[in-house]
């Protein structure tokens, strides 16, 4: 189906293009400014990220849009990992994730966070007096 529209002029045209931008579903930039929040040494698996941010296809669209992210944009991406703490991206940038993970004080065996639910970021949640300071060092 091909949809013609006639702008009646350029204040409609500029409605036109706004309401695209925000249907978009190639437009992540939502997705980018929420993981650029992520705190050092903290993680956030795919599903949270895709319920805070309401996203319609749930882990699976947040997978997508991190697969798109651009390099050079300072988004931590490996700060966004699979439920119970697993590393799901495959390599080589798995052991890229895995030493960044590593460098940030987080434990992992394989491919998965030891402990991963102490590590977790939720938005808006304060951290508990017992979770693990950011940026800590072995």
């Given at each position: 189906m091909v949809l013609k529209v006639?702008?009646?002029?350029?204040?409609?045209?500029?409605?036109?293009?706004?309401?695209i931008e925000r249907t978009n579903p190639m437009n992540w930039n939502h997705v980018y400014a929420l993981v650029k929040k992520i705190p050092r040494g903290r993680v956030m698996?795919?599903?949270?990220?895709?319920?805070?941010?309401?996203?319609p296809g749930?882990?699976?669209?947040?997978?997508?849009a991190m697969a798109a992210n651009p390099s050079g944009q300072g988004v931590p991406w490996h700060r966004v990992v699979g439920a119970g703490g697993r590393?799901?991206?495959?390599?080589p940038h798995a052991s890229l994730q895995r030493k960044l993970l590593?460098?940030?004080?987080?434990?992992?065996?394989?491919k998965r966070i030891l402990?991963?639910?102490?590590?977790?970021?939720?938005?808006?949640?304060?951290?508990?007096?017992?979770a693990p300071k950011s940026g800590k060092r072995h």
């Amino acid at each position: 189906m091909v949809l013609k529209v006639q702008p009646s002029g350029p204040s409609e045209l500029v409605r036109l293009q706004c309401r695209i931008e925000r249907t978009n579903p190639m437009n992540w930039n939502h997705v980018y400014a929420l993981v650029k929040k992520i705190p050092r040494g903290r993680v956030m698996t795919y599903g949270q990220l895709a319920k805070a941010l309401r996203l319609p296809g749930g882990a699976r669209t947040a997978g997508r849009a991190m697969a798109a992210n651009p390099s050079g944009q300072g988004v931590p991406w490996h700060r966004v990992v699979g439920a119970g703490g697993r590393l799901l991206i495959r390599e080589p940038h798995a052991s890229l994730q895995r030493k960044l993970l590593e460098s940030e004080g987080l434990t992992l065996a394989e491919k998965r966070i030891l402990n991963s639910s102490e590590y977790e970021w939720i938005p808006g949640k304060r951290p508990s007096r017992g979770a693990p300071k950011s940026g800590k060092r072995h």
